[in-house]
């Protein structure tokens, strides 16, 4: 089915071990996002992309990793995971503005919700 | 910061009655758009009002946007139990959007 999908959608893990987090759209749209959310804080971008091989910080970048090998995929790894990289992570994407005609909606995956013990 | 700010940071209304949540920001925005956010999914988008518009309408939402006080406020009227959710606005600069807190609708049958 076409759409966004994030993977796992649940995790448990341990302080210190490294963790990805899986996002694949069917769109090909230019743009993802990784956003954290967390009571109180809303949503955070951690990073984003513009096109394959091209990414950028968000917000809240410390600790996390991306890559953006193909259009595709858009990876997220926590390289040493933290108990306050315990939150929900939200992948999205757009298009590229076109002018008026593109409306700059994002659209989102359900989430991967992390807990680090 | 970017981020917007919603107020309430909590609604709760009884169905049928209108809903009214606000957005204020700091910076400049190329548009301004509102999200919905059903409890443990992903967020939804509801609308989009660009910094040349004032007001906007899709069945039954009313978003307006005023660019002078930096502020957006989005209405649901005639709201129904299903309208229960979380509410986001998020600022649009050149590539990224950035989210509010959000406001937390209840709607009561």
């Known amino acids: 089915d076409a759409g966004i999908t994030q993977s796992p959608r649940y995790k448990i893990t341990e302080t210190g071990r490294q963790v990805t987090l899986m996002c694949h759209q069917t769109?090909?749209?230019?743009?993802m996002f990784w956003y954290r959310q967390d009571l109180g804080h809303g949503l955070r971008l951690i990073y984003y992309s513009a096109a394959a091989d091209i990414t950028d910080k968000g917000e809240v970048p410390d600790g996390y990793v991306v890559s953006r090998s193909k259009t595709e995929n858009f990876p997220l790894t926590l390289e040493s995971a933290t108990r306050s990289q315990t939150s929900v992570y939200f992948c999205?994407?757009?298009?590229?503005?076109?002018?008026?005609?593109?409306?700059?909606?994002?659209?989102f995956g359900e989430g991967s919700r992390l807990t680090v013990l | 910061s970017q981020q917007g700010e919603e107020d309430p940071q909590a609604l709760s209304i009884q169905e049928g009655e209108n809903a009214t949540m606000n957005c204020s920001y700091k910076t400049s925005i190329n548009n301004l758009q509102w999200y919905r956010q059903n409890s443990g999914r992903g967020l939804v988008h509801l609308i989009l009002?660009?910094?040349?518009?004032r007001e906007k309408h899709s069945g039954r939402l009313r978003v307006t946007l005023d660019t002078s006080k930096k502020s957006s406020s989005l209405l649901i009227t005639a709201s129904r139990a299903a309208d229960t959710a979380s509410y986001f606005c998020?600022?649009?600069?050149?590539?990224?959007?950035?989210f509010g807190t959000g406001t937390r609708l209840l709607v009561s049958p």
């Open positions: 998020a600022l649009t600069g050149f590539q990224k959007l950035v």
């Open positions: 999205a994407s757009r298009k590229t503005y076109q002018g008026t005609s593109n409306t700059g909606e994002l659209f």
């Open positions: 769109w090909s749209h230019s743009y």
């Open positions: 009002i660009r910094s040349n518009e």
